[in-house]
C-alpha cells in the first residue's frame, strides 16, 4: 500500500473541500485532498454564487442584512429547530468570506436576491466570458483550485477516501483507492469530510429522505456524491442529523431554458384532483413552490394556460423574470415546444379542451372543470378570493389549446448527514467531538430544519465554503495543538 503523510486530509475538492484546504493551508498546515471525480469543484460547479453578508459589495451599495439581521432572519425562518450556535458561526464567517474570496482573485458582480422578498445576499460568481448565469460558479472553483495548486497543495484526482482512520478515540488518517485501483494510506492529524452528500444515490435519497427518484422526485444528480463522507464518518462513529433533500420543484427530463420559464409562469396550477393549492404568485420562491407540490397526491402538479396567454408571452411577455434564466419572452413557443415532443420529452401536454386535456394528465376532469371555472370568475371580477393572488396576474384559461407542464418536487441535492457542532467538529452519539475528524458541507448541513432557507439567497454553497473555512482553521489549530 502506498504511504502518504499530512498534516490535513481533505476528503474532496468540492466547494467545502477546496474552502477547507485554503484556509488550513493558509494556517500552515500541509495538506492532501483526495478527490473522486476527475475535476474538482464538485456541485459548485453548477451553481451562481454563495451567500455573503457584510461583504465591501454588500457595503458600498448599502444592502443589508447585516449580521445581527440575518441570524434572526435565519432563526425566525427555522423557528429554532437548528444548531443556534452554528448558524451564528456560519453567518458571522459569512461576513468576511466573500472579501476573502475576492482577495483569492474570485470576481463577483453586484448581489442579487431570488425572488421578490428575498434578500440581497446571493454573490452572483462574474465567469470569465459573458454574464454571471448557470455554472458560473464554476469560475470560483477554478480560481480556488489554481490556489490550492499554487500554495503547493497535492490535489488527487479519481481517488475516492474509502475509509477513515481512527487510533483508539482518535483520527489517524484515511485509506483512498487511486485510478488503477492502488490503496494509498494517507496519515494525518486531522481529516475534513466533504463528500457533497447523496443526491445520486437513489438508495439512500428513500432511505433517508422518503422520496422515490423518478417517480415523485426529479432532482439534480451531480456525479460522485454518494453519500461517501456520511458513511465514512457514522463507520468512525459520528452521529447522524435530519436528513431531506434542499427542495425546489423540477419538470422531469431536459427542457429548454426560455420554454421551461414559460410553464414557470405564475399561471393556473393544480394538483390531480384539479384543485389549487398555491397562490402562483410566488412561484419564484421554488422551496416554497416545492414544498407545496411535496403535499399533493403523488406530489405532482401541473402548471396550465391556454393559447391567449401563450401568445401574450410571445408579445408582452413575461410576468416574472428569473435571475437564473433571465429571458423576458419567448419567440418560438410552438417551434420549440414540437421539437421537444419529437424528441419524446412527455411532460408537457397539449389539448383542444379542458376535458381532453384532463384525460391526457390523468387530472380529475370534473375537478379540474370547476376550479377553471371558479377561477376564471376570479378573473373576471379581478380577485382570487381563495389565495388572493395579484389581480394582474389573473388571465382566465379558456382559449383553445390549452397547454399543461407537470411538476414534481425538485432539489438541488441532500441536506444533513452527520452531526458537527459550531466548530465543525464531527460530535458522536453522546455528543463528544472525535478528535481530528471535521465536516463541513452539504455532508453536515443541517441548518435548515424543515425548508431550505431561500430566503438568504446562496445559502447551500455559502454554508458549504464557510463551513470548510471553519473546518480548514479548525484542523490547523488541532494539528498544532499535537505540536505539528
Ligand atoms: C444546478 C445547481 C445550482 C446551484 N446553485 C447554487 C447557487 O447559486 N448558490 C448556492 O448557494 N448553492 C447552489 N447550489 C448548491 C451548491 O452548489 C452546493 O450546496 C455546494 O456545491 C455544496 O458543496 P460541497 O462541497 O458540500 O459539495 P460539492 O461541491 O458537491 O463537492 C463534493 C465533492 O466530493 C467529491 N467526492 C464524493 N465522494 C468522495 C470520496 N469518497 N472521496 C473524495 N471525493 C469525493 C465529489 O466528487 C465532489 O467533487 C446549486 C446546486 C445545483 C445542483
Not at 490535513?8 to 473522486?36: H, N
Not at 432572519?73 to 429547530?81: A, E, G, L, N, V
Not at 438508495?203 to 453519500?227: C, H, N
Not at 439567497?457 to 505540536?483: H, K, Q
Request: hydrophobic share 40%.
Amino acid at each position: 500500500m502506498n504511504q502518504l503523510e499530512a498534516d490535513v486530509i481533505v476528503i474532496a475538492g468540492g466547494a467545502a473541500g477546496l474552502s477547507a484546504t485554503i484556509a488550513a493551508a493558509q494556517a500552515g498546515a500541509k495538506v492532501i485532498v483526495f478527490e473522486k471525480g476527475s475535476t474538482t469543484g464538485g456541485t459548485g460547479n453548477m451553481g451562481m454564487g454563495p451567500l455573503g453578508i457584510g461583504s465591501r459589495l454588500q457595503r458600498v451599495k448599502q444592502m443589508g442584512p447585516t449580521k445581527d439581521e440575518a441570524f434572526k432572519i435565519f432563526m425566525d425562518y427555522t423557528h429554532w429547530r437548528v444548531d443556534a450556535q452554528l448558524v451564528r458561526a456560519y453567518i458571522d464567517k459569512a461576513a468576511t468570506t466573500i472579501d476573502w474570496l475576492e482577495k483569492l482573485g474570485v470576481e463577483f458582480v453586484e448581489p442579487a436576491t431570488y425572488f421578490p422578498g428575498g434578500n440581497f445576499t446571493w454573490h452572483l460568481v462574474k465567469p470569465s466570458v459573458g454574464q454571471p448565469g448557470p455554472m458560473a460558479a464554476g469560475a470560483m472553483m477554478k480560481t480556488l483550485t489554481d490556489k490550492v495548486k499554487e500554495m503547493g497543495v497535492k490535489i488527487l484526482l479519481q481517488t475516492p477516501a474509502k475509509k477513515i482512520l481512527k487510533d483508539r478515540d482518535r483520527i489517524v488518517g484515511v485509506i483512498a483507492e487511486d485510478r488503477s485501483g492502488e490503496l494509498i494510506q494517507a496519515n494525518a492529524k486531522a481529516v475534513v469530510i466533504a463528500t457533497g452528500g447523496f443526491g445520486n444515490n437513489l438508495e439512500m435519497i428513500k432511505k433517508q429522505t422518503g422520496y422515490d427518484w423518478g417517480k415523485d422526485l426529479a432532482s439534480f444528480r451531480i456525479p460522485g456524491v454518494d453519500g461517501d463522507g456520511i458513511r465514512m464518518a457514522w463507520e468512525v462513529g459520528a452521529a447522524s442529523t435530519e436528513m431531506s433533500m434542499e427542495l425546489i420543484y423540477m419538470m422531469p427530463g431536459e427542457f429548454d431554458p426560455a420554454l421551461g420559464e414559460t410553464f414557470r409562469q405564475p399561471h393556473l396550477m393544480v394538483n390531480l384532483l384539479g384543485e389549487r393549492f398555491i397562490n402562483e404568485e410566488i412561484m419564484p420562491n421554488t422551496t416554497f413552490t416545492g414544498n407545496a407540490i411535496a403535499r399533493q397526491k403523488n406530489r405532482t402538479a401541473f402548471l396550465i394556460f391556454d393559447e391567449a396567454i401563450k401568445k401574450r408571452m410571445e408579445t408582452a411577455g413575461f410576468d416574472q423574470v428569473s435571475v437564473v434564466f433571465p429571458f423576458t419572452k419567448v419567440d418560438n413557443f410552438d417551434a420549440l415546444l414540437q421539437d421537444h415532443l419529437d424528441k419524446g420529452f412527455k411532460e408537457v401536454f397539449i389539448a383542444g379542451s379542458l376535458e381532453e386535456l384532463a384525460a391526457k394528465t390523468g387530472i380529475d376532469p370534473e375537478g379540474l372543470k370547476r376550479t377553471a371555472e371558479q377561477y376564471n370568475g376570479f378573473c373576471e371580477k379581478g380577485h382570487d378570493d381563495i389565495f388572493n393572488k395579484r389581480y394582474d396576474l389573473l388571465r382566465p384559461i379558456r382559449t383553445p389549446k390549452f397547454y399543461a407542464g407537470r411538476f414534481l418536487p425538485g432539489a438541488y441535492g441532500s441536506l444533513g448527514g452527520i452531526k458537527i457542532n459550531q466548530r465543525t467538529e464531527v460530535m458522536s452519539k453522546d455528543w463528544k467531538k472525535i478528535p481530528g475528524l471535521y465536516a463541513a458541507g452539504t455532508d453536515a448541513c443541517s441548518i435548515y430544519g424543515d425548508s431550505y432557507v431561500f430566503i438568504l439567497p446562496g445559502n447551500t454553497m455559502g454554508f458549504a465554503i464557510n463551513s470548510g473555512r471553519i473546518a480548514g482553521e479548525n484542523a490547523a489549530a488541532y494539528m498544532r495543538s499535537l505540536g505539528g
